[in-house]
């Protein structure tokens, strides 16, 4: 089973910036598009970003120009850069397949202050 480990989260005031990191154990994740989720409370978790095997970024309308994506195969690594955070961006992060084909790892919280 993959496991799926975020870090990288905190508490920013609005404005700042962040960067989220998202490890996993699977060797063949070079060959799969990855995507970063966030669910805030109450709320359902939806795709903020995705990227492909070969490095094409997709982004929700409410993150972009401000979120950026990336990610490092020697690594099995993917990073989300988060600029220009506002209040609305508070929320738990997790990364998976774009197709959210593995199970969710636990998560990294992001607390935007106004």
């Known amino acids: 089973q993959v496991q799926l480990v975020e870090s990288g989260g905190g508490l920013v005031q609005a404005g700042g910036s962040l960067r989220i990191s998202c490890a996993a154990s699977?060797?063949?994740?070079?060959?799969?598009?990855m995507g970063w989720y966030r669910q805030a409370p109450g709320k359902q978790r939806d795709l903020v970003a995705s990227?492909?095997?070969?490095?094409?970024?997709n982004y929700a309308d409410s993150v972009k120009g401000r979120f950026t994506i990336s990610r490092d195969n020697a690594k099995n690594t993917v990073y989300l850069q988060m600029n220009s955070l506002t209040p609305d961006d508070t929320a738990t992060y997790y990364c998976?397949?774009?197709?959210?084909?593995?199970?969710w790892g636990q998560g990294t919280q992001v607390t935007v202050s106004s």
């Open positions: 699977e060797g063949t994740f070079r060959l799969w598009s």
């Open positions: 990227i492909s095997s070969s490095a094409k970024t």
């Open positions: 998976n397949t774009a197709g959210a084909s593995w199970s």
